[in-house]
């Protein structure tokens, strides 16, 4: 164990089903690994699908009486949950920059961001308002209510090893829901030391379940999940792919999917737009997590007014940026999460840099230090390239030159992803026509940071199906029933 936390009963190396701890039924376990290191920092159950079918019927058990519940009663719950979790926002912090690599100060601030979404669906939990419809006879009286769906699967990516779990749990949990969780397997401490303080706040067995699984056992967990008639709704968080997969085998049980996929997105910067201020954003919406995140900038597009001196002041920003473990205090970029993705980086720039781009600031190619990837602007950069079409998830930002707004409408819808774009204008009238054309979930203007509780988080595209957070989220885990009564006098 390479960390001290003020609780180490925070650090949980079993799964926890039905309110107990468990091992795998194989008794195979996967190890958890520090990226910055290397190190070995603890190890968790490869369960399988066998152990995902005890963990969906434990939530079967528990889902009667958490639906009977009234809304005031889970909104206790969760608001305890909430208080349990920022007390222990410290310690969750170090596990995250422990497991996931990312600086320390991001760590606390996503423990902040994932507990907002505990506070805010404790709220929400008690306004699942139904509807009361004009009725198509005299005799009718016509009913809307919304029921929570049952028991609903999440499965998360490593990225975000909190809040991932926490947008998808809270709002299930809050709309009457029970829940089978797999947290990514690099991830896997953070989703249990949470599922800790969910038991602390009272939160009755069974209502939650966190199984852990390996890559190569995931796959199982993933189609239990899938194939099981008791799971309702399943909600992923990960790359394209592996939702098309999970949502083919959801198909064949006819469940309701929230997808969160991945992005590409486009980070514009107009001939009118405040430099300073798009620098600013610019460094915001590519560094977070060392680059890894799904709405991180992927192409930057800069006019050509406005071309040379944003490079020149972005470069040199990027320039100040300091690498290394996450835990060391003004480290502001830590390690990719593994060796592929270290790989993956390199190729993509091999690549741009074979077909023309030039480095403004960073690394060519043949970083070698470990999984730390320097930070990278590139120039020249064009459709063509490989880091135009696929998520870098690397702190590399590639500059393409463009004309005119018609040019760069284009250009940033030409992608199969619709996450989020980011653009800065001064224009009022341009800020609502590109909004309004750019084809995404989430856009953000003069600003590079966009997500919080209160508003919906999804993409459009093979970006995704659903929404997450503000009052949209508890769709995804309710059921619209109509009731109507007759023979009224
Ligand atoms: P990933 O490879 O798709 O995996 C995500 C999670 O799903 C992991 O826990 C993975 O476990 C699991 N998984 C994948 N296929 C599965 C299957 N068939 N059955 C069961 N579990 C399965 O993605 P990642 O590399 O961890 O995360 C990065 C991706 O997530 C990026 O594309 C990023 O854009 C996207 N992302 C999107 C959002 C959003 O809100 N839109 C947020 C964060 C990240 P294994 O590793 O064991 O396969």
């Given at each position: 164990m390479v960390f001290e936390l003020t609780d180490m009963s925070l650090v949980q190396s079993e799964a926890i089903v039905g309110g107990n701890v468990c091992e795998s039924v194989t008794g195979c376990r996967v190890d958890v690994i520090d990226?910055?290191?290397?190190?070995?920092i603890g190890s968790v159950p490869a369960m399988n699908g066998e152990d995902a079918q005890k963990a969906i019927a434990a939530a079967e058990a528990a889902l009667i009486p958490w639906r009977a519940k009234t809304a005031s009663a889970r909104s206790e719950r969760l608001r305890t949950w909430h208080k349990h979790v920022l007390e222990a926002k410290e310690d969750l912090a170090k596990l995250i920059t422990a497991e996931c690599g990312k600086p320390i100060g991001e760590s606390r601030g996503e423990v902040a961001y994932a507990a907002s979404f505990l506070e805010w669906y404790a709220e929400e939990a008690k306004r699942a308002y139904g509807d009361v419809i004009p009725p198509h006879q005299e005799d009718k009286r016509l009913l809307v209510m919304r029921q929570p769906i049952g028991v609903a699967a999440a499965i998360t990516p490593w990225n975000f090893p909190a809040a991932m779990i926490l947008r998808k749990v809270a709002a299930a949990l809050a709309a009457g829901c029970t829940m089978v969780v797999k947290p990514a397997p690099q991830t896997p401490l953070t989703a249990l030391a949470l599922h800790v303080l969910a038991d602390r706040s009272g939160l009755p067995p069974g209502v939650l379940n966190t199984i852990t699984g390996s890559i190569e056992s995931s796959l199982q967990i993933g189609s239990a999940i899938c194939a099981s008639p008791t799971v309702r709704a399943l909600s992923f968080t990960g790359s394209t792919p592996a939702g098309v997969s999970l949502a083919q085998q959801a198909a064949t049980t006819v469940k309701k999917v929230s997808l969160e996929l991945g992005g590409n997105a486009s980070f514009i910067v107009f001939d009118d737009a405040d430099i300073e201020n798009a620098v600013q954003g610019a460094l915001a919406a590519k560094f977070r997590n060392s680059g890894q995140t799904c709405v991180c900038a992927n192409r930057f597009f800069v006019q050509s007014g406005v071309h040379d001196a944003f490079v020149e002041a972005f470069a040199a920003a990027v320039a100040q940026l300091r690498v290394g473990p996450g835990s060391e205090p003004d480290v502001s970029v830590g390690p990719l999460i593994d060796d592929r993705a270290h790989e993956k980086v390199k190729a993509l720039v091999a690549d741009a840099v074979a077909c023309g781009a030039n480095v403004?600031?960073?690394?060519?190619?043949?970083?070698?230090?470990?999984?730390f990837y320097p930070p990278t602007v590139l120039t020249s950069a064009t459709p063509e390239m490989r880091l135009a079409k696929e998520e870098i998830f690397g702190p590399v930002a590639p500059i393409f030159r463009f004309e005119s707004e018609e040019e760069v409408l284009k250009l940033a819808n030409r992608t199969e992803f619709g996450l989020a774009s980011y653009f800065y204008s001064q224009d009022i009238n341009r800020c609502f026509r590109v909004a309004e054309a750019i084809e995404c979930g989430m856009v953000g203007i003069n600003t590079g940071m966009l997500s919080t509780v209160v508003a919906p988080f999804g993409g459009v595209k093979s970006s995704g199906i659903g929404r997450e957070g503000g009052r949209y989220g508890l769709d995804e885990y309710q059921e619209l029933k109509y009731i109507c009564l007759g023979g009224v006098r």
């Amino acid at each position: 164990m390479v960390f001290e936390l003020t609780d180490m009963s925070l650090v949980q190396s079993e799964a926890i089903v039905g309110g107990n701890v468990c091992e795998s039924v194989t008794g195979c376990r996967v190890d958890v690994i520090d990226p910055a290191t290397s190190e070995i920092i603890g190890s968790v159950p490869a369960m399988n699908g066998e152990d995902a079918q005890k963990a969906i019927a434990a939530a079967e058990a528990a889902l009667i009486p958490w639906r009977a519940k009234t809304a005031s009663a889970r909104s206790e719950r969760l608001r305890t949950w909430h208080k349990h979790v920022l007390e222990a926002k410290e310690d969750l912090a170090k596990l995250i920059t422990a497991e996931c690599g990312k600086p320390i100060g991001e760590s606390r601030g996503e423990v902040a961001y994932a507990a907002s979404f505990l506070e805010w669906y404790a709220e929400e939990a008690k306004r699942a308002y139904g509807d009361v419809i004009p009725p198509h006879q005299e005799d009718k009286r016509l009913l809307v209510m919304r029921q929570p769906i049952g028991v609903a699967a999440a499965i998360t990516p490593w990225n975000f090893p909190a809040a991932m779990i926490l947008r998808k749990v809270a709002a299930a949990l809050a709309a009457g829901c029970t829940m089978v969780v797999k947290p990514a397997p690099q991830t896997p401490l953070t989703a249990l030391a949470l599922h800790v303080l969910a038991d602390r706040s009272g939160l009755p067995p069974g209502v939650l379940n966190t199984i852990t699984g390996s890559i190569e056992s995931s796959l199982q967990i993933g189609s239990a999940i899938c194939a099981s008639p008791t799971v309702r709704a399943l909600s992923f968080t990960g790359s394209t792919p592996a939702g098309v997969s999970l949502a083919q085998q959801a198909a064949t049980t006819v469940k309701k999917v929230s997808l969160e996929l991945g992005g590409n997105a486009s980070f514009i910067v107009f001939d009118d737009a405040d430099i300073e201020n798009a620098v600013q954003g610019a460094l915001a919406a590519k560094f977070r997590n060392s680059g890894q995140t799904c709405v991180c900038a992927n192409r930057f597009f800069v006019q050509s007014g406005v071309h040379d001196a944003f490079v020149e002041a972005f470069a040199a920003a990027v320039a100040q940026l300091r690498v290394g473990p996450g835990s060391e205090p003004d480290v502001s970029v830590g390690p990719l999460i593994d060796d592929r993705a270290h790989e993956k980086v390199k190729a993509l720039v091999a690549d741009a840099v074979a077909c023309g781009a030039n480095v403004a600031v960073g690394e060519s190619s043949n970083s070698t230090n470990g999984r730390f990837y320097p930070p990278t602007v590139l120039t020249s950069a064009t459709p063509e390239m490989r880091l135009a079409k696929e998520e870098i998830f690397g702190p590399v930002a590639p500059i393409f030159r463009f004309e005119s707004e018609e040019e760069v409408l284009k250009l940033a819808n030409r992608t199969e992803f619709g996450l989020a774009s980011y653009f800065y204008s001064q224009d009022i009238n341009r800020c609502f026509r590109v909004a309004e054309a750019i084809e995404c979930g989430m856009v953000g203007i003069n600003t590079g940071m966009l997500s919080t509780v209160v508003a919906p988080f999804g993409g459009v595209k093979s970006s995704g199906i659903g929404r997450e957070g503000g009052r949209y989220g508890l769709d995804e885990y309710q059921e619209l029933k109509y009731i109507c009564l007759g023979g009224v006098r």
